[in-house]
Antibody, heavy 120, light 109 residues
Framework: EVQLVESGGGLVKPGGSLRLSCAAS????????MTWVRQAPGKGLEWVGR???????DYAAPVKGRFTISRDDSKNTLYLQMISLKIEDTAVYFC??????????????WGQGTMVTVSS | SYVLTQSPSVSVAPGQTARITCGGN??????VHWYQQKPGQAPVLVVY???DRPSGTPERFSGSNSGNTATLTISRVEAGDEADYYC????????????FGGGTKLTVL
């Protein structure tokens, strides 16, 4: 069974740092493009960024320079390192596979999400 | 940056047809994906590439894309279809960014 499990969320003060993990199983992680999407409380989905197989990354403008996406294919794990956190980064963070099962880079498998709260 | 516009809400009676639209400049030139999200759950892909259905998506769900509007159509709506629906495209004109619409809340009366 294809599965993604996020972890690492929690409460952090503004300006602080946090690293999220996304453990993958049931598919060949090393060949998968992986995406992070977030959802602020009561709001819609927002694309955060992605890492392609091989490690190249793209980021959304609000997080560029503060967030870093990486992967460890030996551990089948995706990471989201977040620094200089702002109150507006408060959200549930989802990881998802991108275009693994279906064409045109659809986000086809999602994790259950992990909550990040930035508050003093 | 590219913008996708969705109506905040759509209401339909059981058994009727719901149409959820996603507006964007020349959106027909892009491939549109649709996601369903129920309260407290992760989104689920229900239509990809404008009109294809993943395995597991009922045939009642269909998609189309023309001009400046993409549409998710749900036929014979059931109570279990009540959810938020999001459209999504990739904007390769700005470093290949992902773009989501604001979401549409489907209420089954």
């Amino acid at each position: 069974e294809v599965q993604l499990v996020e972890s690492g969320g929690g409460l952090v003060k503004p300006g602080g740092s946090l690293r999220l993990s996304c453990a993958a199983s049931g598919f060949t992680f090393s060949t998968a493009w992986m995406t992070w999407v977030r959802q602020a409380p009561g709001k819609g989905l927002e694309w955060v960024g992605r890492v392609k197989s091989g490690g190249a990354t793209d980021y959304a403008a609000p997080v560029k320079g503060r967030f870093t996406i990486s992967r460890d294919d030996s551990k089948n794990t995706l990471y989201l390192q977040m620094i200089s956190l702002k109150i507006e980064d408060t959200a549930v963070y989802f990881c998802a596979t991108e275009g693994y099962n279906y064409r045109e880079n659809a986000l086809d498998v999602w994790g259950q999400g992990t909550m990040v709260t930035v508050s003093s | 940056s590219y913008v996708l516009t969705q109506s905040p809400s759509v209401s339909v009676a059981p058994g009727q047809t719901a149409r959820i639209t996603c507006g964007g400049n020349n959106i027909e030139s892009r491939s549109v994906h649709w996601y369903q999200q129920k309260p407290g759950q992760a989104p689920v892909l229900v239509v990809y590439g404008d009109s294809d259905r993943p395995s597991g998506t009922p045939e009642r769900f269909s998609g189309s894309n023309s001009g400046n509007t993409a549409t998710l159509t749900i036929s014979r709506v059931e109570a279990g279809d009540e959810a938020d629906y999001y459209c999504q495209v990739w904007d390769s004109s700005s470093a290949h960014q992902g773009v989501f619409g604001g979401g549409t809340k489907l209420t089954v009366l």
